[in-house]
T-cell receptor, first 117, second 111 residues
Framework: GAGVSQSPSNKVTEKGKDVELRCDPI?????LYWYRQSLGQGLEFLIY????????KSGLPSDRFSAERTGGSVSTLTIQRTQQEDSAVYLCASSLAYGTSDDYGYTFGSGTRLTVV | EDQVTQSPEALRLQEGESSSLNCSYTVSGLRGLFWYRQDPGKGPEFLFT???AGEEKEKERLKATLTKKESFLHITAPKPEDSATYLCAVWGSSNTGKLIFGQGTTLQVKP
């Protein structure tokens, strides 16, 4: 596609339920990132996939959070047993590998707004 | 630990009133400094990458500059459509490829 696509755009879930957030990166982008943005806050890094390398999971806040990337393309972020503090906008981004473009900039999707009630 | 601090948190300008946004950073081995624009309800939109001190890049009314400790985003004769949150991020050699973001500066340009 022309851009990074995220679904759903909005998700309201009850505390304790599991949720899955989906990201379709730009075709050909080998790197994929998940960030979280809470109200009025900056972007918090969650996880990073680069090609076939092991993902960098250093930003995942707890073992309730996990992510996978299938076939080097689509990624799913899963939050188990959601808590109210998980409410935020979850942003996905993709990029070419460093050194393959002049600007090495991420392209972000519009995000999934998660509300845990 | 890599850190990014942006100032001011919020800035109100009259249309045509030029100003600058600041991004101070500490990073072990800067590989790149990035500026993004974010409109409400949308993901950040990439503006610039700067790689070394002294580098400058321009796009329409925006000009980004970089020193060894900070970056400035200069806005010349802003228009109301420049109103947005501007985010700064750094990529350091200790990070695999992730960017560390500042809190952002929310700019409002009044007609």
């Amino acid at each position: 596609g022309a851009g990074v696509s995220q679904s759903p755009s909005n998700k309201v879930t009850e505390k304790g339920k599991d949720v899955e957030l989906r990201c379709d990166p730009i075709s050909g982008h080998t790197a994929l990132y998940w960030y979280r943005q809470s109200l009025g806050q900056g972007l918090e890094f969650l996880i990073y996939f680069q090609g076939n390398s092991a993902p960098d999971k250093s930003g995942l806040p707890s073992d309730r959070f996990s992510a996978e990337r299938t076939g080097g393309s689509v990624s799913t972020l899963t939050i188990q047993r959601t808590q109210q503090e998980d409410s935020a906008v979850y942003l996905c981004a993709s990029s070419l590998a460093y050194g393959t473009s002049d600007d090495y900039g991420y392209t972000f999707g519009s995000g999934t707004r998660l509300t845990v009630v | 630990e890599d850190q990014v601090t942006q100032s001011p948190e919020a800035l109100r300008l009259q249309e045509g009133e030029s100003s600058s946004l600041n991004c101070s950073y500490t990073v072990s081995g800067l590989r790149g400094l990035f500026w993004y624009r974010q409109d409400p309800g949308k993901g950040p939109e990439f503006l610039f990458t700067l790689y070394s001190a002294g580098e400058e890049k321009e796009k329409e009314r925006l000009k980004a500059t970089l020193t060894k400790k900070e970056s400035f985003l200069h806005i010349t004769a802003p228009k109301p459509e420049d109103s947005a949150t501007y985010l700064c991020a750094v990529w350091g050699s200790s990070n695999t490829g992730k960017l560390i973001f500042g809190q952002g500066t929310t700019l409002q340009v009044k007609p």
